[in-house]
């Protein structure tokens, strides 16, 4: 089977997602919560970061990665104001800041 192109590659599979539910949430249904999101968001932006480096010049996906970036800030901040103890866990568990 030929490869696919390398923009399939940048979105996350139906068995990524799944996997990242169920590694970050109790529920599998629970697919709203500020926590999910945020693993989700993480996992996509690791993968847009690698398709930048092969693609410096791709402007659209850098735009992309921003907001995403942007959006994943503003959850955590709201995580961190609800639920300190939820935004340490999720931070240690994806890798992000200190």
Known sequence: ????PSYHKMALTTKEKTKII???????????????????LSKQIDKLVLHLKKHPQDVHSKKGLIQMVIQRKKLLAYLKKISEKRYL???KKIGVRK
């Open 1 to 4: 089977m030929p490869e696919a």
């Open 22 to 40: 169920k590694d970050v949430s109790d529920e599998e249904k629970n697919t709203g919560s500020a926590d999910v999101q945020i693993a989700l």
């Open 89 to 91: 866990v999720i931070i």
